[in-house]
């Protein structure tokens, strides 16, 4: 029994937005095609237990969910509807051969989700929630917006690409470029989730960083010229190369306190290629930007030193570009380390009310305050953040510099 709800749950965080994108392109409708892969599971974890695994679990559940999908499409759809849809079909496949120009179903549906016919706020949150498999509370939380506003937005997102008739077909290469910055945002947003799962304990999450590397390698593959492309590529890279520093013993191990010696060079330096390649176009954006950032931290590895006014210059660079709440508040903890704390709390500014539940910004809150010598305002960002943490090891590191704090002893930098 334990077997068969093991291997549901396995295939649930390894396959669930492969088969969803199969079963969307076939289908045409991705709510529905959702609700089909949905029952499937339950089917799943009801039989498996007690009559034991199939051989290829996917096969079986694309199966049943496919039995669904055309059981609810001749109750709910017309005799003319159906073999409209029916025709449509038969043409995408009679079309197949160039399939092989996006080799990951997956990648395929992102770009379906990223149609101009879609609304541009709803087109990254779609691809995170049906191609990625987060759930719309979770999205909504790093778009910082209402579980309740996101959830009516990838509702009507999902209405749109259905009504609209919007054909699961691969983008011709004229129109892929218009689409790719929905998709490589999604891509970022999907490795920041799996990032976020310091400690791995969340299975499904920690995945993400990996596949979120492997769709970015697809992009690169498809676009080996679009250097935000490459930009993102590199920015991953580099964050996964001090993947083996970031846990210790005694916990999480913030980036600047990182042996940097355990970070792999393997990754940096491919991530370095990659930049340079970006760079060569004279085209910088967002994900370049971001990647400099990270080369400057890994420059630590040679130097020993991180060169502070180099990053808060390029989040300089950045805000300007893309001024997310993230780079808002990385960029004031730069100025904090470059030209001290009380620069760094200025360009941080009050908690706005679409930052009273972001945590980094108590967490960079908290460590300049307590660099300016405000104690008392440190120990209640540090208690804000820590409340805010969804990890437990990030929540424990945040509580302990709390700690140190109430007993009189100074944080490190």
């Not at 001024?323 to 704390?341: D, M, N, S």
Request: aromatic residues 6%; glycine residues 8%; contains cysteine.
């Amino acid at each position: 029994m334990e077997a068969g709800r093991a291997a549901a749950e396995r295939a649930a965080r390894l396959s669930y937005g492969r088969l969803l994108a199969y079963l969307a392109r076939e289908w045409r409708d991705v709510a529905a095609a959702e609700d089909a892969l949905a029952e499937a599971f339950a089917q799943a974890l009801s039989t498996w237990p007690s009559s034991g695994v199939p051989a290829n679990p996917d096969a079986w559940l694309l199966t049943v969910a496919r039995r669904g999908l055309i059981r609810a499409g001749r109750k709910a759809r017309t005799g003319e509807r159906l073999q409209s849809t029916l025709d449509a079909l038969q043409d995408e496949r009679e079309a197949g051969a160039r399939d092989d120009l996006i080799p990951d179903e997956r990648l395929r549906l992102m770009f379906v989700c990223a149609h101009p016919a879609v609304d541009p706020a709803a087109r990254t949150p779609l691809m995170l929630q049906t191609v990625l498999g987060l759930d719309a509370a979770r999205i909504a939380s790093a778009f910082l917006v209402a579980p309740s506003a996101m959830g009516q937005r990838l509702v009507r997102a999902k209405a749109k690409i259905r009504d609209a008739g919007i054909a699961f077909r691969i983008p011709e290469p004229e129109e892929l470029p218009d689409r790719l910055d929905a998709v490589l945002q999604a891509i970022y947003a999907a490795f920041g989730t799996g990032w976020d799962a310091v400690g791995g304990a969340d299975g499904t999450r920690a995945d993400l960083a990996g596949e979120a590397i492997w769709l970015a390698r697809v992009v690169c593959g498809l676009l080996p010229e679009e250097p935000e492309a490459l930009g993102l590529l590199a920015l991953m890279l580099h964050a996964e190369a001090r993947r083996p520093a970031r846990i210790a013993q005694d916990g999480f191990v913030p980036l600047g306190e990182q042996d940097a010696s355990l970070w792999r060079t393997d990754l940096s330096g491919e991530a370095e290629g990659l930049l340079r390649r970006a760079a060569a176009h004279e085209r910088p954006g967002r994900f370049q930007i971001e990647a400099a950032i990270q080369s400057v931290h890994a420059e630590r590895a040679r130097t020993g030193r991180i060169n502070w006014a180099a990053i808060a210059a390029l989040y300089d660079l950045l805000v300007r570009l893309a001024p997310t709440a993230g780079a808002l508040v990385a960029r004031a903890a730069a100025i904090g380390e470059a030209r001290g704390a009380a620069e760094g709390l200025a360009a941080l500014g009050p908690a706005e009310a679409a930052l009273a539940t972001y945590q980094p910004y108590w967490a960079v809150r908290a460590h300049l305050l307590a660099g300016a010598g405000d104690l008392d305002g440190a120990l209640r960002a540090y208690e804000r953040a820590a409340g805010l943490a969804e990890d437990g090891r990030v929540r424990a590191f945040l509580l302990a510099r709390a700690a140190a704090l109430k007993n009189g002893v100074a944080a490190p930098g």
